[in-house]
């Protein structure tokens, strides 16, 4: 696997958790009174942990590119980390 390529596999899978997350939490949004607040800091935080992901991948050499994209837990962790933080 060549770096691009592994820089793919991260975005599609990055994009595929924050659709997950969206498809989750808008019906939510709508129907959930008073956990609306919660669930926007939530969101605003696990788009914060994708950003942070992102940026860190400039800095990465070819090896570990390529080995965070085998991982799933090293793409997932870190924006639901971030949903969670304050």
């Avoid at 607040?37 to 940026?55: A, D, E, K, P, Q």
Wanted: charged fraction near 15%.
């Amino acid at each position: 696997m060549t770096r691009q390529e592994a820089l793919n596999t991260i975005w599609m899978r990055l994009l595929l958790v924050l659709c997950a997350s969206l498809a989750i939490c808008v019906p939510v949004l709508f129907v959930g009174g008073t956990v609306r607040v919660g669930l926007l800091v939530f969101l605003i935080g696990n788009i914060r942990g994708y950003v942070s992901v992102h940026r860190g991948l400039n800095d990465l050499k070819d090896e570990e590119v390529i080995g965070l994209a085998s991982s799933w837990w090293s793409i997932v962790v870190p924006p639901f980390v971030g949903g969670f933080s304050p």
